[in-house]
C-alpha cells in the first residue's frame, strides 16, 4: 500500500480524561469504514424490529456497508447512508435507531473521503488483512 492511501492513514481521535490531573488518554481508530461496518452490524442484529426506522434502517446500513467493503457499492450509495442516517435519527421510540445512525453517519461525514476512495478502489486495500464481518 502507497503512503498517504488515506484508508487506514487517518483515525478518529478522542481525548478522554479520567481524574483531574491525571494525563489524557487518545482513542485511535485507523480504518473508519471497517469500524462503521461493525457498527452497523451490532445494530441491525440488536434491533427488535418494533419501529420502521430502526428494522429497515438498521439493515439497509449493513447491507451498505458490506457492499462498500466488497467494492460493489457505487457513488449514489454513500448519499444514501447519508439520508438513511438521517432519517432514522429521532423518529423512533427508544435509542438504538439514534445510537445507530450517529455511529455510522458519524463515520461516513468525518470520513467521507476514506468512503469515496473504498467506491473509487472497489473495496478496501487492507482487505487480505481484514476479519470476516
Given amino acids: 500500500m502507497e503512503p498517504g492511501y488515506g484508508c487506514g492513514e487517518k483515525t478518529v481521535t478522542k481525548w478522554l480524561r479520567r481524574q483531574p490531573g491525571e494525563p489524557r488518554t487518545q482513542?485511535?481508530?485507523a480504518?473508519?469504514?471497517r469500524a462503521a461496518l461493525v457498527i452497523a452490524r451490532f445494530f441491525r442484529h440488536e434491533s427488535c424490529g418494533q419501529c420502521t426506522q430502526c428494522r429497515e434502517g438498521t439493515?439497509?446500513?449493513h447491507k451498505l456497508m458490506v457492499s462498500l467493503e466488497a467494492g460493489t457499492a457505487t457513488p449514489s450509495d454513500l448519499d444514501v447512508i447519508d439520508e438513511v442516517t438521517r432519517f432514522m435519527d429521532g423518529?423512533?421510540?427508544?435509542?438504538?435507531s439514534d445510537a445507530a445512525a450517529w455511529g455510522?453517519?458519524?463515520f461516513l461525514r468525518r470520513f467521507r473521503q476514506e468512503f469515496e476512495d473504498h467506491v473509487t478502489h472497489g473495496g478496501c486495500?487492507?482487505?487480505a488483512t481484514s476479519f470476516e464481518v
Avoid at 423518529?91 to 438504538?96: E, G, Q, R, V
Wanted: hydrophobic share 55%; net charge positive; aromatic share 10%.
Fill in 104 to 106: 455510522s453517519g458519524w
Fill in 91 to 96: 423518529h423512533t421510540i427508544c435509542a438504538l
Fill in 27 to 29: 482513542v485511535a481508530v
Fill in 125 to 127: 486495500p487492507l482487505a
Fill in 59 to 61: 439493515g439497509w446500513l
Fill in 31 to 33: 480504518r473508519p469504514v
